[in-house]
């Protein structure tokens, strides 16, 4: 098996992303006033979409490690620095992939915020938040920033708060590497990432969720999607769940997905109550590597598939974009005599998704795949 290719492959995982695009952008726009006109027409527990965040999570613990699986195993050396030191080149790559991955259409986020907030706000409190959210996002802090500041600052409220997420993976993409290099062998290394990720979802969460309270943006509450999704990375095979009944798979991760979009709307916001999110998450994304076209429906697959290709692109900019949207449409239409506010809210709502396709579609064709592309070249 060709490891550099494998994980093209794998379109049901990029079906997945498509679906958890959906399910998080329903999120947002439903509380971007005046968009939040959505409560009218979807049923309030298929709002919230965070379900969508624990899937991103667990794919990309899932896909980070099986990119790396076959290539560290090849790393002579019986001690960690000898591994180490063969793996130069080898992290050296690593690292420029996730760069260019992440940091083009992530500083493209940043600036389209900072130029909504130069149009709409009077003065230039918000600036200094700005300025250190790139560093704070390059060095794995910016979630914590949101979990102080997100019900005031600006610069979150703005567009940039989805991409908290990107800096808690940035923190797993830097020390993850270094982490399998210090197991012996696959077999040290699959255990290594079970027995971090049961630590982190049935002890170290808990215990920590009953002194500071269940954050959603600590790394810890996580952690356990990425590290799963890297166990499972290492008992993946090309042939793996060619026997498994598809119309059965089909049916569970139905299922699956249904529960990770329904279930946090109805469930306090504690840690344990939490913990289902977690495993229905690696186990969709389980379904999805392992059966072939396990999530492959009817009309839909195939435009999640399309939209799991730009799923980044998509994530990144929805919120400044429905923040824009908003801003220009209520300057320029709002009050409109001709339309109620009902018909207003349509037509608004309408205008964003154009403009979020368009957008998407040019932030993944001029930003985000030429930089993948310099990203992979030697």
């Known amino acids: ?8 492959y794998l379109d049901d995982i990029e079906r997945l992303r498509g679906f958890a695009c ?40 899932f896909v980070v490690t099986l990119s790396l699986r076959d290539k560290i195993a090849a790393l002579p050396g019986n001690v960690f620095l000898d ?25 493209f986020a940043t600036m ?52 908290w997420t990107l800096a808690m993976e940035s923190q797993f993409y830097m020390l993850w590497p270094i982490i399998l290099l210090l197991c012996k062998d696959n077999n040290a290394r699959a255990i290594t990432s079970f027995l971090f990720g049961c630590l982190f979802l049935f002890v170290i969460q ?11 943006y600590a790394t810890y509450g996580h952690l356990p999607c990425l590290l799963l999704g890297s166990f499972f990375a290492f008992l993946y095979t090309d042939d793996i ?3 498994v009944n598809k119309n059965i798979a089909k049916i569970i991760t139905f299922a699956l997905a249904i529960t990770l979009w329904y279930y946090p709307s109805s469930i306090e916001r504690t840690y344990f109550c939490r913990i289902p999110l977690h495993i229905a ?7 999805c590597a392992f059966v072939k076209d396990s999530f492959n429906y009817p009309v839909i697959g195939r435009f999640f598939k399309f939209l799991g290709t730009r799923s980044y692109s998509f994530y ?35 205008i964003f998704v154009v403009a979020l396709c368009i957008l998407t579609e040019l932030t993944y064709r001029f930003i985000e795949k030429p930089f993948r592309q310099l990203g992979r070249s030697k």
């Open 316 to 350: 990144a900019v929805q919120t400044v974009l429905a923040n824009y949207t908003v801003f220009f449409t209520n300057s320029i239409y709002f009050p409109k005599e001709s339309l109620s506010e009902y018909e207003f809210y349509v037509y608004q709502l309408i």
């Open 281 to 287: 998450a690696v186990l969709l994304v389980v379904f």
């Open 112 to 163: 389209l915020t900072g130029g909504f907030l130069l149009l709409s706000e009077t003065n230039f409190d918000w600036l200094r938040s700005w300025v250190r959210s790139v560093p704070e996002l390059l060095s794995g802090v910016f979630h914590y920033s949101e979990e102080l500041y997100q019900s005031s600052d600006k610069l979150h409220n703005g567009g940039m708060g989805p991409l």
């Open 241 to 243: 769940g060619k026997n």
């Open 22 to 61: 959906i399910i998080i952008l329903i999120h947002h726009i439903s509380w971007i006033c005046p968009l939040r006109y959505i409560y009218n027409i979807v049923p309030f527990r298929l709002l919230l979409g965070e379900g969508g965040v624990y899937i991103f999570f667990a794919i990309s613990g």
């Open 206 to 216: 808990p215990v920590t969720a009953s002194f500071v309270g269940a954050k959603y």
């Open 1 to 8: 098996m060709n490891n550099n290719n494998q994980i093209n």
């Open 83 to 107: 591994r180490l030191n063969a793996a130069k080149s080898l992290l050296c790559g690593f690292y420029k992939r996730r760069f260019f991955r992440i940091v083009p259409v992530m500083l």
